[in-house]
């Protein structure tokens, strides 16, 4: 018989991040640093936001899946 586990996905997200802190994000891909982006991380730890304080425009607010 199989053993029942439980499984605990969920992953404790500190309130700072919930709220939204100030970080410098630096692209790979691009090799550029865009100082100050607001960045934010959803309750369960799966979206993360950031918008670049440099960019006023619509196109500045991010959202990455977080998958593992």
Do not use: H
Request: aromatic share 14%; with cysteine; net charge negative.
């Amino acid at each position: 018989m199989a053993k029942v586990t439980e499984f605990q996905w969920q992953i404790p997200v500190p309130e700072l991040l919930q709220k939204g802190a100030v970080f410098d994000r630096w692209d790979e891909e691009s090799a550029t640093l865009e100082p100050k982006c607001t960045v934010k991380v959803d309750e369960y730890g799966f979206f993360i936001n950031w918008q670049s304080a440099e960019r006023v425009s619509s196109s500045s607010l991010y959202k990455k899946v977080v998958r593992s």
